[in-house]
């Protein structure tokens, strides 16, 4: 099967060829220069760049040129409240947040609850809408600064989308709908109609600050066909177009895809005991073999393995300490169980501090909220 086919917003694995995806999805590689460029403002460098776990965008030049020049702009990501949230959804989460401090942006965050509702035969509207206010804890704990964060939950701020959205509806054909998400005659129409909402939300800053805003998206590559569609339109409805900058994707702990909810042993949630997160480590699939012996003799595959991307993407900062695990694997003196057992501990830790944090931010939820800060856009009367 083509790679192409293997990532999307509602099918993605981990473990794919990232360069041959971004020439069927047509965004740019990162180069150091646009690293360079985005470290210089930011005044410092950040793992998820280095590392190029973010390695890919559409315009994030145009944005960063833009942002030097003094225009407004803002940041914008989101999350589809289907359960609890995962380490792989915190991962565009925790880039966002040092995007948000060091470039001193306003988030627009968005809690898609329609869209789940839509999309899982299992979720009811009540649950997945208390899911939006239950993920919306994980921002709290990633400490994104509330005065400048701006949580949208589709069903409740509809108000806020609407104008937009039906503009964005009246751009976009079935025909391109289904080339680009794959519906199919019996998808329900609800599904259908979604992607405009999430289209629409790469707009809204120009019509709340009512200025040209220049808008960029971090987020998983798979999120990247809602994009494709939201930059062809942009101009011709008024809009700058939206930039964006991808993650690749965190695998999950079993032996392949990327972690997901569909698969919950092989996720680590925020909201799991730090006990039980250690846990799912110690049973995690790696790239080792099968004995000791075997891995002292031919060394493991850390390229391969979900343990050593937990570390590369997220837990380990100091890169000649990430080179020389890499090196140990490889080689056979460091073995699986010695890994996993630091990473479960890392993991552990990273849980309790997370949900202390988590636990105290249910009183400042509604400082998050869009509707707390902002009136609805107006329809402008010629
Ligand atoms: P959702 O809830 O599937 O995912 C939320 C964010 O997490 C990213 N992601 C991952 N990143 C790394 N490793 C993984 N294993 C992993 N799994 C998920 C996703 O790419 C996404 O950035 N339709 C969206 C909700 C949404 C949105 C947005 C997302 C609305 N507007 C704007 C990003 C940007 C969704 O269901 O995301």
């Known amino acids: 099967m083509e790679e192409s086919v293997?990532?999307?917003?509602?099918?993605?694995?981990?473990?794919?060829?990232?360069?041959?995806?971004?020439?069927?999805?047509?965004?740019?590689?990162?180069?150091?220069?646009?690293?360079?460029k985005l470290e210089r403002l930011a005044g410092e460098s950040h793992l998820m760049l280095r590392r190029r776990v973010f390695y890919s965008h559409r315009d994030l030049d145009m944005f960063l040129n833009?942002?030097?020049?003094?225009?407004?702009?803002?940041?914008?990501?989101?999350?589809?409240?289907?359960?609890?949230?995962?380490?792989?959804?915190?991962?565009?989460?925790?880039?966002?947040?040092?995007?948000?401090?060091?470039?001193?942006?306003?988030?627009?965050?968005?809690?898609?609850?329609?869209?789940?509702f839509l999309h899982e035969e299992r979720l009811d509207l009540p649950e997945s809408n208390s899911f939006a206010y239950e993920n919306s804890l994980d921002l709290i704990a990633l400490e994104f600064e509330p005065r400048k964060t701006h949580i949208i939950i589709d069903t409740e701020d509809i108000g806020y989308l609407y104008p937009v959205a039906v503009k964005v509806a009246k751009k976009i054909t079935y025909s391109t709908q289904k080339a680009t998400f794959g519906f199919t005659d019996s998808t329900n129409v609800g599904l259908v109609f979604y992607p405009v909402l999430q289209i629409a939300v790469s707009y809204l800053p120009t019509e709340l600050y009512g200025e040209e805003t220049y808008v960029l998206i971090p987020a998983g590559i798979d999120q990247d066909p809602y994009w494709r569609i939201a930059r062809?339109?942009?101009?011709?409805?008024?809009?700058?177009?939206?930039?964006?900058?991808?993650?690749?994707l965190l695998p999950g702990l079993g032996p392949e895809g990327k972690m997901s909810s569909s698969k919950p042993e092989t996720a680590v949630y925020t909201t799991d005991p730090p006990e039980i997160g250690a846990q799912k480590v110690m049973r995690a699939f790696t790239g080792g073999q099968p004995t000791v012996e075997l891995q002292r003799k031919l060394g493991g595959n850390p390229d391969r393995c979900s343990v050593f991307?937990?570390?590369?993407?997220?837990?380990?900062?100091?890169?000649?300490?990430?080179?020389?695990?890499?090196?140990?694997?490889?080689?056979?003196?460091?073995?699986?169980?010695?890994?996993?057992?630091?990473?479960?501990?890392?993991?552990?830790?990273?849980l309790r501090e997370f949900q202390e944090r988590r636990d105290r931010g249910r009183d400042k939820l509604h400082q998050y909220l869009i509707r707390s800060k902002f009136s609805e856009p107006k329809l402008k009367h010629r």
């Open 6 to 36: 293997q990532v999307g917003p509602w099918a993605a694995e981990a473990f794919v060829d990232y360069e041959k995806l971004l020439k069927v999805f047509g965004a740019k590689p990162l180069t150091d220069s646009e690293v360079h």
């Open 66 to 116: 833009m942002y030097e020049a003094g225009y407004r702009c803002a940041l914008y990501t989101g999350r589809g409240p289907s359960g609890s949230t995962h380490l792989g959804h915190i991962l565009p989460w925790v880039f966002t947040k040092w995007l948000q401090d060091r470039l001193g942006l306003e988030l627009f965050f968005q809690m898609t609850d329609d869209e789940k």
């Open 232 to 248: 062809d339109i942009a101009q011709s409805l008024g809009y700058p177009k939206p930039s964006q900058i991808h993650n690749k």
């Open 309 to 350: 991307k937990m570390y590369e993407m997220l837990f380990e900062e100091d890169d000649s300490k990430l080179s020389e695990r890499y090196w140990n694997c490889r080689t056979g003196s460091l073995l699986c169980g010695d890994c996993k057992a630091e990473l479960a501990s890392r993991v552990q830790k990273f």
